[in-house]
């Protein structure tokens, strides 16, 4: 009889680590499942935990979480505003040069 794999186990915040590293753009699911050694089907499911709210992937630290939300909202909300003032001077000095 062969030898009983035995389980690893993850803190909760490398999993949140994991599926934050797998959503940057120009990385995939699969690359980054390979270089934390760990399953890609593994990684998809502490995605979907995460999305459905699931305890066990998402940090005990709650708080933390909804700052870092409210922190990138706030974020967004500031990018959205300097693009829409970059289109205004686009449309301004396109205008300009006829």
Same mark, same amino acid.
């Given at each position: 009889?062969?030898?009983k794999?035995?389980?690893?186990?993850?803190?909760?915040?490398?999993?949140?680590e994991?599926?934050?590293?797998?959503?940057?753009?120009?990385?995939?699911?699969?690359q980054v499942a390979?270089? !934390?050694?760990?399953?890609?089907? !593994?990684?998809?499911r502490?995605?979907?935990?995460?999305?459905?709210?699931?305890?066990?992937?998402?940090?005990g630290?709650?708080?933390?979480?909804k700052?870092?939300?409210q922190?990138?909202?706030?974020?967004n909300?500031?990018? !959205?505003e300097?693009?829409?003032?970059?289109?205004?001077?686009?449309r301004?000095?396109?205008?300009?040069e006829?």
């Amino acid at each position: 009889m062969g030898k009983k794999k035995e389980r690893r186990r993850f803190p909760k915040e490398f999993k949140v680590e994991a599926v934050r590293q797998s959503e940057r753009k120009g990385v995939t699911a699969r690359q980054v499942a390979h270089e !934390l050694d760990i399953s890609e089907k !593994l990684l998809y499911r502490w995605r979907q935990d995460l999305l459905k709210g699931k305890e066990s992937a998402v940090s005990g630290d709650q708080e933390t979480l909804k700052k870092e939300v409210q922190r990138l909202r706030r974020e967004n909300e500031r990018l !959205l505003e300097e693009r829409s003032i970059l289109k205004k001077a686009i449309r301004y000095f396109a205008t300009e040069e006829e």
